[in-house]
């Protein structure tokens, strides 16, 4: 079937709670209205209210009883209506959900989900907008996956449903309806904590991942390189074997991400690149980021994530060295 | 032998044998508040002690109130807008609340925007916000008000507001205005919890406007009122018919003054949202058709027209009259927020520290450049509502 990043999201959850009923989805409006971005559409209708439940305006309990739901054997899927507004549950994923396997040495998991959309350009309000995956990312024991195609979003969030430890599942929602193409109707696992090669070239490597895929990708056709393109598509664990074989064979490499550039993933992934491949570089690694501010009101936030431009010109300075 | 003997503890005052008793909710009466019933009767002596000016002037606020969101909601549908949330049906609540409020103490609503005109706010700066502009909360801190976005996450933010009254000895109160969907995020309680533990002068005021954007009051708590919640905490609390602008006003006036005396107090406003939750929401999805008619049925600004009739004030109310001037004052906000002059990119960087931090300036430096040199930059920026 043809399918929107969104609509992958829905089609998985379809698909996995009607192969393991251990698996609950909950979340505020997720249930009666299918989300405010339709992505948990027909589920309730579907799976009845007792495994698709409108929770209270609840961040933290939402968060927290999730751990606790899988803690005890299911497989809670739970949303959180946009990034932003996981801030105060972030005590429950750093307190408890990342911790209950180290905690209990293994006697107890948390294998569970956390949903959000993430990412600015869709004209939302403050809180609606942030790319906070370093923040996350920097939780051991969390795992974090940013998807960037329909096809990814599918196989992804079925793997992370069915993965043994807690995964944040980050939606880049301005390109949720962006494109459509090709995703299986069966049942099929993209595996965490693998990068892949979405586009060959042998000139410089650009690693990016979920929003921005596609203006990596824009701006790698026009780029007057031979652009290999590695999308991270799990931010932790990272892939970081991916990403030095293709700076081993490019020499050059830039990063992008919408987050903010100081002490982002961008800084740990050129880390990576010094400790593995720095004999192979023919120029310092560049960066292209948000920038270390909040995500500007909806009036002026297209300036702040990184354009086609940006990141060709980035691509131009790796190369004109 | 210890002190502490059990039956002798203060909580154990009163003891009871055989079956352990429940205490429940159900053991509670909480009434709610009310002076002009839904069918326009009401007791004179029950009538709060304003002179005839100030009853226009809510109705007046009302309105206002009634056509900010109508028109809001209309420029949205142009595309002149990002979202927006509408206030209506709950006028009673948010102007009978706001009316008691005096320009020294601060508010930081939810979903409640002429209050904010009344503190002296322009309109014009109101449709800045809603256009995601930034510098329309300038405006809103400069008369002690802001809106938070994360919904609960400004009540502790109101506690210490209150504290900082409370210690300078000022004579002022911080209110926050919250919704249903508000009482159950774990920071309402704590924040509850502290400014009652505290004794600082922090107002509460909850509107039960019956949803959190899908899910209905009964589904987000089962407790059996909003009111009640406050009682765990022990601070005081008291539940106001929100479609009745007096009862509000009365209550919330009361409130008010033992709030000025360190007894923070939670008030429930039961009242409706008729529109969406935002422009942005369906609530066909969730809402029965008959359940709005019968909401509409108690619409705040009948009920108080007819008592306004009754008290033989309406005759000196020119209604088409006000509407008109509402609607000439939100043209011209409309007008003066379409001619607000476009901002460079330096304000992205602006107000984030006190000083520029070097790698902030390096940002915004390299950022310019980059504009400069690639012009089909702007390809990929969107033209957004004029500013
Ligand atoms: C912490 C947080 N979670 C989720 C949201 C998304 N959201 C925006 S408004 C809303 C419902 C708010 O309901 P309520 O508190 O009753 O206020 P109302 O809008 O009805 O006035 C939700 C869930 C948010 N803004 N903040």
Request: glycine share 8%; net charge negative; with cysteine.
């Amino acid at each position: 079937m043809q399918a929107t990043i969104v609509e992958a999201v829905n089609d998985a959850l379809h698909t996995e709670m009607a192969a393991d009923d251990d698996v609950v989805v909950f979340g505020e409006d997720v249930a009666a209205s299918g989300g405010v971005f339709r992505a948990t559409d027909e589920l309730l209708e579907e799976f009845g209210g007792d495994r698709v439940v409108d929770t209270p305006l609840s961040e933290i309990a939402i968060v927290g009883a999730a751990t606790g739901l899988a803690m005890y054997g299911y497989r809670p899927v739970a949303e959180i209506q946009f990034s932003g507004f996981l801030p105060p549950a972030f005590d429950q994923l750093v307190t408890n959900a990342s911790r209950v396997r180290w905690r209990t040495r293994g006697a107890l998991t948390a294998p569970m989900v956390v949903r959000m959309p993430y990412g600015a350009g869709v004209r939302a309000l403050e809180h609606h907008s942030e790319s906070m995956e370093g923040a996350y990312a920097h939780i051991p024991g969390l795992k974090v996956v940013a998807p960037s195609t329909p096809h990814d979003t599918k196989g992804l969030l079925l793997a992370s449903i069915r993965d043994p430890d807690p995964v944040l599942f980050m939606e880049p929602k301005r390109i949720y309806r962006s494109f459509r193409e090709e995703v299986p109707e069966e049942d099929y696992e993209v595996p965490l904590g693998e990068a892949t090669v979405r586009r060959e070239g042998s000139d410089v490597t650009v690693v990016s991942w979920g929003s921005m895929m596609p203006p990596t990708l824009e701006a790698a056709d026009e780029a007057d390189a031979d652009v290999e393109v590695v999308d991270l598509r799990t931010i932790s664990p990272m892939d970081a074997e991916t990403v030095v074989e293709s700076v081993k064979k490019t020499g050059r490499a830039v990063v992008v991400h919408e987050g903010p550039r100081s002490h982002g993933v961008g800084g740990d992934i050129v880390a990576r690149i010094n400790d593995e491949a720095l004999m192979y570089l023919e120029a310092p690694v560049e960066r292209v980021t948000g920038f270390d501010t909040p995500v500007p009101l909806l009036s002026m936030e297209d300036y702040y994530f990184p354009h086609p431009p940006r990141i060709l010109d980035a691509i131009e300075d790796a190369m004109s060295v | 032998m210890s002190e502490n003997v059990p039956t002798e503890h203060p909580a154990n005052a009163a003891v009871s044998a055989g079956d352990p008793r429940f205490l429940s909710q159900d053991d509670l009466s909480v009434d709610t508040h009310q002076i002009v019933a839904p069918d326009g009767t009401y007791d004179a002596a029950d009538v709060p002690d304003l002179d005839a000016e100030q009853f226009q002037d809510l109705y007046r606020w009302m309105l206002t109130d009634r056509v900010f969101s109508r028109r809001m909601v209309s420029i949205q549908r142009r595309g002149e807008l990002g979202t927006f949330g509408s206030t209506r049906g709950q006028e009673a609540s948010i102007i009978g609340s706001a009316y008691t409020l005096q320009p020294d103490d601060w508010l930081y609503v939810g979903r409640a925007w002429t209050p904010m005109f009344m503190r002296g706010v322009p309109m014009k700066d109101m449709i800045l916000f809603w256009r995601g502009i930034e510098e329309g909360q300038q405006s809103f801190a400069e008369h002690n008000c802001q809106i938070a976005i994360s919904i609960g996450s400004h009540l502790p933010l109101v506690a210490g507001l209150a504290w900082g009254m409370d210690l300078s000895g000022d004579d002022a109160i911080a209110t926050a205005y919250l919704g249903d969907g508000a009482t159950s995020t774990g920071a309402a309680h704590e924040a509850i919890n502290f400014a009652g533990a505290l004794g600082v002068p922090a107002l509460f005021y909850c509107q039960n406007n019956q949803y959190a954007i899908s899910l209905s009051a009964d589904q987000q708590t089962a407790a059996n009122t909003l009111a009640q919640k406050a009682l765990a905490y022990g601070m005081d609390a008291i539940r106001v018919d929100g479609q009745d602008v007096l009862a509000v006003y009365d209550a919330v006036t009361e409130a008010r003054e033992r709030v000025r005396n360190g007894e923070p107090v939670f008030v429930e406003s039961v009242t409706y949202r008729m529109d969406a939750h935002t422009t942005s929401d369906d609530p066909t999805r969730y809402r029965s058709d008959e359940e709005v008619v019968a909401w509409e049925a108690v619409d705040p600004l009948e009920r108080y027209r007819e008592f306004l009739e009754s008290e033989g004030l309406w005759a000196d109310i020119d209604h088409d009259g006000i509407v008109e001037e509402i609607e000439a004052e939100f043209d011209a906000a409309l007008e003066e927020a379409n001619a607000f002059a476009e901002r460079g990119i330096e304000e992205i960087f602006a107000h984030v520290y006190a000083e520029l931090p070097p790698e902030l300036q390096r940002q915004f430096e390299e950022f310019s450049d980059l504009l400069e040199r690639r012009p089909e930059m702007y390809d990929h920026i969107e033209q957004r509502p004029k500013g």
